[in-house]
Each structure stands twice: as structure tokens, then as C-alpha cells.
């Protein structure tokens, strides 16, 4: 074991922070390379990597499939706009729509969470011509003006001088709310995701899920489904729709659907899809050849390698052992996973480094929150079983 890491931060005066805004609060290591699901750090230790870079990191570090197509693809047509039609967009598109909740017809790609959420909030309102949005308390949906406004907690950091449109928080899981709100008539959509990731991985499920597509249909308003965190193989299903069996009208994803490289997306239903015409929506990198040559590689791999299947076995797997020392509970679906600490959570991921696991904290002071790649196994749950078993409850 290493000598224990101070709870202090900035553990390294790294050059980082002599040359960028010091916004972020970093972890007391420095990662320099990554293969599979292992992070080798400067000091020369070596860390499993159950936080995969905030969920980006979806098939765990050097897949040679992604190497491989970053060759090929930057060495055939590195960037196009969308000016022009290009067929790698057209196959990713194609294997995004297949891959979602059946209904949603079309797909709008960008580069991040917060541009796929922005671009969904404004398809809402466009389609209904109403002007509220719901969303619900402990929610995490970006930093830009619209979908900081609509995360839960934003205003110590929000900076802008007002909310671009009017919104609601409702509690979660509270259905009476969620009607109330709804009966006022100028709801253009709720926003929720299905497992709440920086609320510290917590599963709305498949009851409340249901009932609230009931609601916001019958009221004529929208769904939208944030899967941004939880989507893409991550809850066991390719997305959480379908785990719970709930179509929205309007699917976000990012983090690791092109594996690292930035990308985003929003699945559309066909009847959004129809309101559109041209110049509507744009962006200028979002849908470039190397994002979409990525995006389907990232599902052939999911699907060629059975990852979802691999979720569901591990993750089971996970709740069965590591339920031990600090750890009294675990929480969320798949591998957005939160382990309830009798401790601080700060506490218990410090001392995890100390033991090799890299893991990650989240809003939640009790949870320790878990995003690793699709591709860890057994084994890997097994080292981070005997380490929390090591720790002081
Ligand atoms: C559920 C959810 N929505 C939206 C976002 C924003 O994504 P991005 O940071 O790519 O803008 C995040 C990022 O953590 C997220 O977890």
C-alpha cells in the first residue's frame, strides 16, 4: 500500500494550474496512459478505473476497434460540415435510430450533453408552442443558459442574469406534483433522467417512469429523456427507455457515444421530426466524419461484444459482494452505480486510490459513484470488494 492520500486539495501543483482557470477541483492523481480498464498514473501506480472520465470512457482506454477506426477514418476525410451529405453520417444516424427506443425515428447530432439537451428543449417548445418546462429536484443537465437553468442546485454557479424560459422543480417521484403542474396546460415538456447520475446514481424506475409518460401525454406535453449518464449500454439495456420500457419523445445522449471523442445526439420522434424544415437547427462540428465513423464503432463493439449483457452480469455481480467495510447500500442501475457510505464519501474514494480503484463522488455526501467502462469484469469487482473490506467502516 502507498503512503495514504491527504484529504487536502490540490494534492500536485501540476502545470495545468498554472495555465488554465482553476475551476475544477482534481483528484490526487495524473493519469498518463490507459489500457483497458487500468489507468497508469505519473507517479507510476496503477489504478482500475471505475469512473471512466465522467462515463465518457465507454469501452475503457485503447480499444483497438476505436484505434482502429480514428486510423482510418482521419486518414480518409478528417472533417466535412454539414454542408455536404456524407455517408458515414447517414450509417451513424442509421445505427443510433436502430439502437434507441422504438418511435424515435431520427437523430440530431452535436457535440456534447448540454448542445443534444439545449437543441431538445428547443424542439419542445417549437412543437407545443408553450413556454414551461419541468424537471425534477437533484437533476444534472449542463452548464450552458437553458440546461443549467435547469439543473438542480445550478444557482451558485449559473453566472447568467436570468433563466431564458420558465420552469419548475418537482420532487421526485412525486406523481401528484408532476400532475398538478402538468394541469396548468403551458407545460412544453418534463425533462428527467431515468437514473439520475450527480444526484449520485439514483434510479427513477421503470413505476414512475411509465406514469409519468401517461401524464405528460395526456396532457399534450413532452418527455424527454436525459440518458446522457445512463444511456448507451450503461444501464444494461442500450438505453434506460427501453430497460424501463418507456418511449419518450425526445432522447439526449453524449459522454461515451464516440468512446472520448466529443459527440452528442438527440433521438427525435417522427412527429417532431415533421415540424422541421431547413436552417431550423445547426451546428458546425457536430455530426463530422470522425464523431460518426466513432459513433458506429462504439455500437458495433456494444453489440459484437454483448457489453449490455456484461452490464447486467457484473453489476449484479457488484451488489452482491461489495455491500462491505464503509459501504452499507448500493444504488442506481447497471454501472451508474452509487455505493452508500456509513462514512463520508470523500473519505472512502480517497482511501480507494490508496487501494488502486479510482472512483468518483458525487452530490450525494453518502455516495460513491461508479461509471466504469462497459468492458470491466468480474475480476476487477473482486479487487474492489477486498479493498472496501479493507477500509474502516
Ligand atoms: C445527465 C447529464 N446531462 C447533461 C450533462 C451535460 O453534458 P456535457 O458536460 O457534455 O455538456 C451531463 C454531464 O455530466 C449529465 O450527466
Known sequence: MTTPTALAEPLMTTEERRWLLPVYPHAPIEPIRGEGVMLTTRDGRELIDFYGGHA?????????????????????????????????????GKRLVEFGP???????????????????????????????ILALEGAFHGRTAAAGALTWGSAKWYGFPRTPFDL?????????????????????????????????AYALGAEWLQAAREL??????LLVLDEIQCGLGRSGAPFAAQ?????????????????????????????????????????????????????ETVIDVIEQEDLTANVRRVSQYLR???????????QGEGFLLGLRTRRPAKEVYLELIDHGIFSGTSGD???????????LREEHVDVLAKALAELRP
Open 365 to 375: 455526501p453518502h455516495i460513491v459513484r461508479l461509471l466504469p467502462p462497459l468492458t
Open 320 to 330: 452482491e459482494t461489495c455491500v462491505t467495510g464503509p459501504v452499507v447500500d448500493v
Open 102 to 132: 422504438e418511435g424515435l425515428t431520427r437523430a440530431f447530432l452535436v457535440n456534447s450533453g448540454a448542445e443534444a439537451v439545449e437543441n431538445a428543449l428547443r424542439l419542445a417548445f417549437r412543437k407545443t408552442g408553450r413556454t414551461r
Open 243 to 295: 430497460l424501463y420500457g418507456v418511449t419518450p419523445d425526445l432522447l439526449t445522449m453524449a459522454k461515451g457515444l464516440a468512446g472520448g471523442f466529443p459527440a452528442g445526439a438527440v433521438l427525435v420522434s417522427d412527429e417532431i421530426a415533421r415540424i422541421l424544415s431547413g436552417g431550423e437547427l445547426g451546428t458546425t462540428f457536430g455530426g463530422g466524419p470522425m464523431a460518426c465513423a466513432l459513433i
Open 56 to 92: 465518457v470512457a465507454l469501452l475503457g482506454y485503447s480499444h483497438p476497434r476505436l484505434l482502429a477506426t480514428l486510423r482510418e477514418q482521419a486518414a480518409t476525410l478528417f472533417f466535412q460540415s454539414n454542408v455536404v451529405p456524407l455517408e458515414v453520417r447517414a450509417r451513424a
Open 216 to 221: 405528460t401525454r395526456r396532457a399534450s406535453s
Open 168 to 200: 419548475t422543480f418537482i420532487p421526485r417521484g412525486d406523481l401528484d406534483a408532476l400532475e398538478r403542474e402538468l394541469a396548468v396546460g403551458d407545460v412544453a415538456a418534463l425533462i428527467a433522467e431515468p437514473v439520475q447520475g450527480q444526484a449520485g
